[in-house]
């Protein structure tokens, strides 16, 4: 029941009210719980209502920091393989 | 990757990518270690419902089933809505010149002797909603009848009731009323790890309840339990990253509450969310959940500025106490005490077509998402 859907907010209507799109697909979400939010910002959808604007940076930021895990990873892996060798 | 593309993909991309099958790969590596330490699987508590769907779902669950046991948590509202309450909104819906206004999970489960479905059947007017606003537009269609919302979820859809609630009285409509039957999880965790009959790895956080709650608020967590646990979104990517996370401080032993959700949850959640539910909602003295008993402050009521809106009230509806489903071990699921499996029922006399507990009706129940993707 928790289920949150990112939709992208296309049109402001009110100061309560916009219009989110997702997939060609545009419907109505209430904005109260998130002030200040600006047509292009992603929002995160529950029930009919925006929660939350969802951030592109830490969105990115994330996927970075594990490429870079795993990246430091394989390469001690590859050190241990040539210590065994 | 650029920035637009993580969104608008965001929800549908099933197909893993690279970095997903780099992450699997070691995870099971990362797993299998410390499974082989231990001597025994890991344990670990999903403690949302529609984490139990997408770690199924996603294969995650299956592929990783030799080293980690996860197990669901009282995160389903449904699931754990007691008997009694569910008995109550049944008989408001039996009311005449009543409309029921609900999220579809909560039709089917069964009550004591009858459920919302059967009622409809029978003729009561139940309109299944997605959006709790809808429950207004109703009260302007249907002047001459009482509009009666139930309201169950924790803290992600208390919000949303409570904006419901102040639009009613904003709009003057005198037909609008709301039960309560809403959980907060706080108490429920407490409750869950202080009486020490669990035995849990780690725990992953439920990723929407905390974008109202905040990260910090899960502190606690690892400071009187000494749980690491992982807040993390429902895609595959994070699902796989905070396992992975989760997995690292547990082979380190290092309890702490983690953000991989960050792009969603912030430090302290989201503050006008919660300033609405509380100017609405205040604390009830104790509540009663399935599996859980009855847990002090755990559930939300009408403030007294609003109690003209609490359906139990107006329409003074008593139900006979009631008890769970006989040999339903949804209880005991739900507290993460047995997995669905070990439930004597499952796959047997409860099944998706004919359900005996609520775990097995309501979508992000461990019971029907075991039947659906792990039988």
């Known amino acids: 029941m928790c289920l949150g859907v990112p939709m992208k907010i296309v049109e402001i209507v009110s100061s309560y009210k916009a219009y989110a799109e997702l997939m060609g697909v545009k419907r109505p979400v209430y904005t109260e719980l998130i002030p200040d939010i600006k047509a292009g910002q992603y929002v995160l959808v529950h029930a009919g209502f925006a929660i939350e604007i969802l951030n592109e940076d830490e969105a990115e930021k994330r996927i970075h920091l594990f490429q870079e895990i795993l990246d430091k990873e394989d390469a001690n892996e590859k050190q241990r393989d040539i210590q065994r060798l | ?375």
């Open chain 2, 1 to 375: 990757m650029k920035s637009k593309e993580i969104f608008s993909d965001y929800n549908f991309s099933q197909i893993p990518g690279e970095l997903e099958k780099d992450i699997t790969d070691h995870l099971v590596l990362l797993a299998n270690n410390i499974a082989h330490r231990k001597g025994k699987k890991i344990r670990i508590m999903e403690v949302c419902g529609t984490h139990t769907v997408e770690f199924a779902r996603s294969g995650i669950t299956q592929l990783l089933s030799d080293s980690l046991d996860l197990r669901s948590g009282p995160g389903c509202p449904v699931c754990v809505t007691d008997q009694q309450d569910l008995d109550q909104m049944i008989a408001l819906a039996a009311i005449k010149d009543t409309v029921i206004v609900t999220f579809g999970d909560l039709v089917r489960v069964p009550g004591s002797s009858t459920s919302l479905e059967k009622e409809k059947a029978r003729g009561a007017h139940i309109h299944i909603c997605y959006n709790p606003m809808e429950a207004l537009a109703l009260c302007e269609k249907y002047p001459g009848k009482e509009i009666i919302l139930l309201g169950v979820g924790f803290e992600t859809t208390i919000p949303l009731l409570a904006y419901t609630v102040l639009q009613a009285e904003q709009r003057k409509l005198g037909n609008f009323s709301i039960i309560t039957a809403i959980k907060i999880i706080n108490p429920a965790l407490h409750t869950l790890f202080g009486n020490k009959d669990y035995s849990l790895d780690g725990l992953i956080l439920p990723g929407h309840v905390a974008a109202i709650l905040g990260r910090k608020n899960f502190d606690y967590l690892a400071a009187d339990y000494h749980l690491p646990a992982a807040i993390t979104g429902f895609q595959p990517l994070d699902l796989l990253t905070g396992l992975y996370s989760l997995l690292e401080d547990i082979n380190k032993n290092n309890p702490k509450v983690t953000n991989l959700y960050k792009h969603v949850v912030k430090e302290e959640g989201n503050i006008k969310a919660k300033q609405i539910m509380y100017r609405v909602f205040q604390e009830e003295q104790a509540a009663r959940w399935r599996g859980l008993g009855v847990i002090p402050g755990s559930s939300l009521e009408l403030k007294p500025e609003f109690r003209h809106r609490d359906a139990g009230s107006r329409f003074k509806i008593k139900v006979r106490p009631s008890t769970d489903p006989s040999s339903c071990r949804c209880g005991e699921i739900i507290t993460g005490k047995i997995s669905p499996f070990e439930c004597p029922l499952f796959n047997q006399s409860c099944t998706p077509a004919n359900p005996i507990g609520p775990c097995m009706v309501s979508a992000e129940g461990a019971c029907s998402t075991y039947h659906k993707f792990l039988v």
